[in-house]
């Protein structure tokens, strides 16, 4: 699952029609959700279902640790292909991930604004929304925080060392492109980002000594620091249950995760019928 791309995780319902007109029983938008920073799509395979076609992306660079030298803008842009690969038909998709993920959907929710299917090219996608999971905006602002320590990693019992090493390695190279490397998407001359939902964990990482985790230097802001980047790109916010990192690991986690990630995309989702009924 982590050499092959894209991978359909959740077949949902089957797909309207050709040529079918909106209605009650149009088909839902598929999701596409992108790997954490770990790169890794494991997490998705344990979720609940969600109602509709889910595909994961994994790094396609997990095995090799080749790092994209041009950051985010450029592993969206490779990505671009995956996502057409899981909707070939075109038409509306939501886009997301969890931490690293988050940010990668926005970049390629920028990437794909405004295209129009070309003669003889790929269908054209429009992305009706974004889901966030407990991604946190890299901007820190003039005065970062003091006391930023490293979190504690908790590995599966049956972990094997050569999966340490290679997700450790893209996590290396995910903090690299969101610390050195991180460019705000611009939406000039594409109009305005897609609603974006958040889901936000409610509590903090556990951390080796006394300080808090980077992931939650913006954990006491409902937004997770994204107004420094633009005010209104959070449409909704969902307090999650769990820290950062367990969002996906316990039962109880993955069940309110599940029904969050399921109400964001109803969410984004009923946004966009509006749009459509009401211009």
């Known amino acids: 699952?982590?050499?092959?791309?894209?991978?359909?995780?959740?077949?949902?319902?089957?797909?309207?029609?050709?040529?079918?007109?909106?209605?009650?029983?149009?088909?839902?938008?598929?999701?596409?959700?992108?790997?954490?920073?770990?790169?890794?799509?494991?997490?998705?395979?344990?979720?609940?279902?969600?109602?509709?076609?889910?595909?994961?992306?994994?790094?396609p660079r997990y095995e090799s640790g080749e790092r994209y030298e041009d950051g985010i803008p450029e592993m969206a842009s490779d990505y671009l292909r995956f996502v057409r690969e899981a909707v070939p038909e075109g038409g509306d998709v939501i886009?997301?991930?969890?931490?690293?993920?988050?940010?990668?959907?926005?970049?390629?929710?920028?990437?794909?604004?405004?295209?129009?299917?070309?003669?003889?090219?790929?269908?054209?996608?429009?992305?009706?929304g974004v889901v966030m999971v407990d991604s946190v905006c890299p901007i820190l602002g003039p005065s970062p925080p003091a006391g930023i320590v490293k979190h504690v990693i908790e590995w599966a019992e049956h972990t094997k060392e050569e999966t340490k090493t290679r997700v450790l390695r893209c996590f290396e190279n995910a903090v690299y492109m969101v610390d050195e490397q991180w460019t705000p998407p611009s939406w000039e001359g594409k109009g305005h980002?897609?609603?974006?939902?958040?889901?936000?964990?409610?509590?903090?990482?556990?951390?080796?000594?006394?300080?808090?985790?980077?992931?939650?230097?913006h954990r006491k802001d409902p937004r997770l620091g994204w107004d420094a980047y633009m005010k209104g790109l959070i449409t909704r916010v969902i307090e999650i249950p769990g820290q950062h990192y367990n969002l996906f690991h316990t039962d109880d986690n993955l069940r309110t995760t599940t029904e969050a990630l399921k109400q964001a995309c109803k969410e984004v989702e009923d946004i966009n019928k509006s749009r459509k009924l009401f211009g």
């Not at 909106?22 to 954490?36: E, T, Y």
């Not at 959907?105 to 996608?125: H, I």
């Open 95 to 128: 886009l997301g991930g969890w931490s690293l993920g988050g940010l990668v959907a926005l970049e390629l929710a920028r990437q794909l604004a405004g295209e129009r299917g070309a003669v003889g090219g790929p269908a054209r996608l429009n992305v009706i």
């Open 1 to 59: 699952m982590f050499d092959t791309n894209p991978n359909l995780i959740q077949v949902g319902a089957a797909p309207a029609a050709a040529g079918s007109t909106f209605g009650s029983k149009a088909k839902l938008a598929p999701a596409i959700l992108i790997h954490d920073g770990g790169g890794t799509i494991f997490s998705y395979y344990c979720l609940g279902d969600l109602g509709r076609r889910v595909f994961g992306i994994a790094n």
């Open 193 to 217: 980002p897609p609603p974006v939902v958040l889901l936000k964990a409610r509590d903090t990482a556990p951390v080796v000594e006394a300080g808090i985790a980077k992931i939650d230097v």
